[in-house]
């Protein structure tokens, strides 16, 4: 119940306003577009991994990781630097920028943490299978936080308030960076955002524009919704490209796994998380519509086309959670000194 409680705070704004019946929510349902539930406890079921289950305990610690710089060789770069809760959940900027602001080597765009929870896979190559595992990378990577794991252990163990909130959220176990990768997933676990959009197939008719309407039909008429479906829009892997080469296949030397498959992107808030494409190459909606018609479909789509489908993307942009940011343990003695090296 307590939960149950946290997460009504995270997720406010779930309700409905009005039920009716409209055959275009059944339409996008048989596409496979699915809302975010609006019962707290049918979103418990969506969001939460059985083998870290979801306590207000993890939730709390995760979150406090989460903003923690000191987890970074610098003391300067959190997860939130490049996932920036404030925004749209990414940084902004084409290429992830870390540790002496190095540039990603392969010139590759910070995904959004908003509704991430929601992917099949994580990375844009797919190499994690959940956000737990997720966490772990950017701290131990050169490019980002470049912090080696047992520096990472000894920063956490060397604050007290640490060491308690990690008995009281993971008891019996020991803290490793396998356990502060759970924390934070369990964090991340809640930063959903339902919009209109999920208003609209939970039942409100009224709750998307016409031409938002018209926009979701010419976004599922023309098949974006084969691998932007799911509850996240996205989330799957998919071949990229098939139809045609990408047009900006030169910026970064990204080309998927080695199957050649990249991680469909949310479109969830994709209004505020440009620039697009794992390169972050693109910096309009329209042009990015574009591409993706001619890349991955095969069309080209017309101007009034584009128009429709950026409407309806429009509708996407979620009520983002109320995160208070969190006053974090005070160094002691035996925390590791910041390294600009």
Sequence with gaps: MKL???????????????????????????????????ELKELYKVIDNPKNPLTKEKIELGKKL???????????????????????????????????????PHHLNSPTVYNAVFNERQFWDGRSPD?????????????????????????VKSMPEYVEAFKKAYPGEEITIETIGKAIGAFERTLVTPSRFDAYLNGDSKALTKKEKDGLKTFIKV?????????????????????????????????????????????????????????????????????????QLGKNLSKKEVESIVAFLNSLTGKKPYVKYPMLPSSTDKTPKPSLD
């Design 4 to 38: 149950l409680k946290s997460l009504a705070v995270i997720t406010l704004g779930l309700g409905i306003s009005a039920i009716a019946s409209d055959a275009l929510i059944e339409k996008a349902k048989k596409a496979g577009l699915k809302p975010i539930p609006n």
């Design 66 to 104: 989460y903003f923690e710089p000191r987890l970074s060789k610098s003391a300067l770069i959190s997860c939130n630097t490049c996932h920036n809760l404030a925004i749209g959940g990414d940084d902004n900027i084409p290429a992830a920028t870390g540790h002496k602001w190095t540039a990603n």
């Design 131 to 155: 956000l737990e595992d997720q966490a772990t990378g950017p701290i131990q990577a050169p490019p980002e936080m470049d912090m080696h794991k047992d520096m990472a252990v000894k920063v």
């Design 223 to 295: 098949g974006c919704a084969s691998c932007h479906n799911g509850i996240g829009l996205g989330g799957s892997m998919q071949p990229f490209p098939v139809a045609k080469p990408y047009k900006y296949a030169n910026v970064g030397d990204f080309k998927g796994n080695k199957n050649g498959m990249v991680k469909v992107p949310t479109l969830r808030n994709i209004v505020d998380t440009a620039p697009y494409f794992h390169n972050g190459a693109v910096w309009t909606l329209e042009e990015a519509v574009k591409i993706m018609g001619e890349t």
